[in-house]
């Protein structure tokens, strides 16, 4: 009988440990995930930097080779600066808010 009881100890106390770490784990993704929502443009969940026109106007005309004959003009440019900016600020918020449910049902 008392060795049943102490499996049962065991293994109440290996569950506890495992959500203890789930929790801090989770816990840390959910702060990580609420500080990317509040400014997503500078979250590093996505390769593309779309922090100012200019920068995105420098690795545009870096990717132009010249065996393209069409450059774009700063209005076209700035079109589709706003259609990526606005792209990537939907994409983060999307994810930074599914991470933050599913950690907090997780806590």
């Known amino acids: 009988m008392e060795k049943k009881h102490k499996i049962a100890q065991v293994y109440a106390v290996i569950i506890c440990i495992i959500a203890i770490i789930t929790i801090i784990i989770s816990i840390g993704d959910l702060v990580s995930s609420i500080i990317d929502s509040k400014n997503p443009l500078y979250s590093n969940r996505t390769e593309e930097k779309?922090?100012?026109?200019?920068?995105?106007?420098?690795?545009?005309?870096?990717?132009?080779?010249?065996?393209?004959?069409?450059?774009?003009?700063?209005?076209?440019?700035?079109?589709?600066?706003?259609?990526?900016?606005?792209e990537k600020i939907q994409s983060v918020l999307h994810q930074t808010n599914r991470s933050i449910i599913v950690d907090s049902l997780l806590i």
């Open 50 to 86: 779309l922090t100012s026109f200019e920068y995105f106007k420098m690795d545009a005309m870096k990717s132009v080779t010249k065996e393209q004959a069409y450059i774009p003009d700063d209005q076209t440019l700035l079109k589709m600066y706003e259609s990526a900016r606005n």
